[in-house]
């Protein structure tokens, strides 16, 4: 699957890549790593990015509290854990 942002195709399939090896070899296997933390702040820049560029960012960060979430687009990339997006 392609990326919101077609610049932004390379880092996600990079990072899609590096998630499914580290979830098959080590989550799996109980190992807590973080091997994909550097590609997947490099996609998230990117993806923010694409979002600011569309006008998008505001209107996700007001719908943030609508579904629960603690984060908002200023702190967002604070996370240290590399989710799947």
Not at 5 to 19: I, M, N, R
Not at 50 to 75: C, N, Q, W, Y
Request: overall charge neutral; some cysteine.
């Amino acid at each position: 699957m392609d990326s919101l942002g077609s610049e932004c195709t390379p880092l996600k399939h990079q990072y899609d890549a590096c998630f499914t090896k580290w979830y098959s070899e080590k989550f799996l296997n109980g190992e807590r790593s973080n091997d994909c933390a550097e590609v997947f702040k490099k996609y998230q820049q990117c993806i923010k990015k694409v979002l600011a560029e569309r006008g998008l960012t505001k209107m996700i960060d007001d719908a943030r509290p609508a579904i629960g979430s603690v984060f908002t687009g200023t702190d967002a990339g604070n996370n240290d854990d590399a989710k799947r997006n």
